[in-house]
């Protein structure tokens, strides 16, 4: 249930209102659009509620979400979430390129890659220092040193950093370090952690799990939203199908079919989407086409020999760099704004 106030009432009377309805033992979140404030209300509230809160001096109308995600969807916040981070925002006109390695191997390799995408004009560095892999014997990642190593390239080269986290122990360290957590697709309904995400306020990109519906997906982001989180991004990362030739089929769909239920960014990845070099480029160009907020895109220096094994679908720097270029052209036509500081790009 929401309740939907004209912005002319006072902020003393929302309050008011706000107050009134956790009197009945439920939660209450206030959303502030461009033409009115939103009130989405969490719990089983009393049947009787609802009349009793359109007979409120200012409140214009009550109205009943059948969706089981409230704080996540477009009918509790009408307005697009525009999350700022430093002189970064991602949810808006700006496009955002998220790239880097898979995971963090030394502190040469990601600092020679921090400078090559910072060249080619990319806004985050991404890099994992906690790999969840399929077999138990893969690289695992760096750990703690990881996460340091990476906070040091993504400071020398002026750039925004995410990484992966993927135990509840693991949230306040990787928040110390990074400026946006990432949840993999194994930890979408990982529960206990995105409880523990909803308690702090650094930005997360949920990513889709890969068999995930977008109902589901979306009561995965609506409990870091319960816990108080508003900084939430959805990444579409591909979906498990029927085909083999691709390592997962990414879902394009998915791209206007979210910012249709909801209000948050949504952050397309071509890399794990295709697992296939050659495929990254056109869908990154058909994800910024579909109305995507930005991409993460896997890049590395020797893609060979990744630590990871990921390199298959990892763009080697030149290719990285042609990519931003044509993307720069291609943003305006999609509605998107691409005005990063690239640098010299020297390989």
Do not use: W
């Not at 806004?123 to 750990?143: C, E, I, N």
């Not at 290719?319 to 790009?345: H, N, S």
């Amino acid at each position: 249930m929401i309740v939907i106030i004209s912005n002319k009432v006072s902020e003393e009377r929302i309050n008011e209102i706000v107050q009134h309805i956790e009197k009945n033992g439920v939660q209450a979140h206030v959303s502030k659009g461009v033409d009115r404030t939103v009130v989405g209300i969490i719990g089983n509230a009393d049947p009787k509620l609802s009349e009793q809160l359109r007979q409120l001096t200012g409140v214009e109308q009550v109205v009943k979400i059948s969706k089981s995600y409230k704080l996540a969807s477009r009918d509790f916040h009408p307005d697009d979430t525009i999350i700022k981070i430093k002189d970064v925002e991602i949810g808006g006109e700006q496009l955002i390129i998220m790239g880097g390695p898979c995971a963090v191997e030394t502190a040469e390799q990601i600092d020679e890659i921090a400078r090559l995408v910072k060249a080619a004009g990319a806004q985050v560095l991404r890099g994992g220092a906690f790999k969840p892999r399929t077999g138990p014997y893969s690289f695992q990642g760096v750990g703690v040193e990881g996460l340091v190593m990476m906070a040091e390239a993504g400071k020398k080269h002026g750039l925004l950093t995410i990484t992966e986290v993927m135990t509840p122990e693991y949230v306040d360290v990787c928040a110390e370090y990074a400026d946006i957590l990432q949840v993999g697709t194994r930890n979408m309904q990982n529960f206990d952690l995105l409880r523990k995400l909803g308690t702090i306020k650094t930005p997360v990109l949920l990513k889709r799990g890969f068999s995930s519906t977008y109902d589901e997906f979306l009561n995965a982001a609506e409990y870091i939203l319960a816990g108080g989180n508003p900084n939430v991004m959805l990444c579409e990362r591909g979906i498990r199908t029927f085909e083999s030739y691709t390592r997962n089929t990414l879902d394009l769909a998915a791209i206007p079919a979210l910012q249709t239920l909801s209000h948050l960014p949504v952050i397309s990845d071509p890399s794990h989407g295709t697992g296939r070099r050659e495929l990254v480029e056109p869908m990154c160009k058909a994800s910024v086409a579909a109305g995507a907020n930005g991409l993460i895109v896997e890049m590395h220096t020797d893609p060979d020999n990744s630590m990871t094994g990921d390199g298959v679908q990892s763009l080697f720097p030149e290719q990285f760099a042609k990519l931003m270029v044509d993307l720069e052209k291609l943003a305006p036509l999609c509605g998107r704004r691409f005005d990063t500081k690239k640098e010299e790009f020297a390989v």
